[in-house]
């Protein structure tokens, strides 16, 4: 059985949580604060998670999704995730995070940051343009009309796979925006962003995307 590594329990965090126990995986999961402040959500989630640590997540894993605040990335434990694909849910949200002159100035992206953070593992961009109620409700079979698209970018073609299988395993279809250099596209504020929209509308808005907000 596979285990996921989830590091943030927040709204993105919980729901993926969530998700990812209903369709078979065991799911280790962590925050700031302590595996003990997290007792009551895994007695919710049920035997199939364990709350821990960020190093004990990044360790359990065989994948390890981040879903923490922009500005605590440096905080994540960079030897237990070597060699692991992991994927990124962050957005920048300059209000919060304070600001990050490279995101400002467009010389940057946020998982490029993270990539640079965890230079031995495998970065891909995932479920950071969906709102965290609809990752368990808005998914729907392969093949469905008008299925909802969510967007992908990574520089390791395996990471951008494994979103991609995941992404149709909850119901949604995939565009792959390409390497992390290119994953601004579907950043905050961009027309991609946190619509419900299919494949052939999300490749128009993530064309339709600006640089520089």
Known sequence: ???????????????????????????????????????????????????????????????????????????????????????????????????????????????????????????AKGFNHIASGDIQTDGTPTGTENRRALATASDHDEAAELVTRIYDEFGYDTVNVGPLAESWRVERDRPAYVVRQNRAELEENLKKAPRTI
């Not at 002159?101 to 640079?116: H, I, K, Y």
């Open 1 to 123: 059985m596979t285990t996921v590594g989830i590091i943030g329990a927040g709204h993105i965090g919980t729901a993926l949580a969530r998700t990812f126990i209903e369709h078979g995986y065991t799911v280790t999961i962590a925050n700031s604060r302590g595996p003990e402040t997290l007792a009551d959500l895994v007695q919710d989630l049920g035997p199939a998670a364990t709350a821990a640590t960020a190093a004990e997540a990044a360790a359990a894993g065989d994948f390890v999704v981040v879903t923490v605040p922009l500005k605590n990335y440096r905080d994540l434990p960079v030897e237990p995730l070597a060699g692991k694909i992991v994927i990124d849910t962050n957005n920048y949200y300059w209000e919060r995070d304070g600001h990050i002159a490279e995101l400002d100035d467009g010389t940057a992206t946020v998982s490029g940051l993270l990539q640079a953070h965890l230079p031995a593992s495998k970065v």
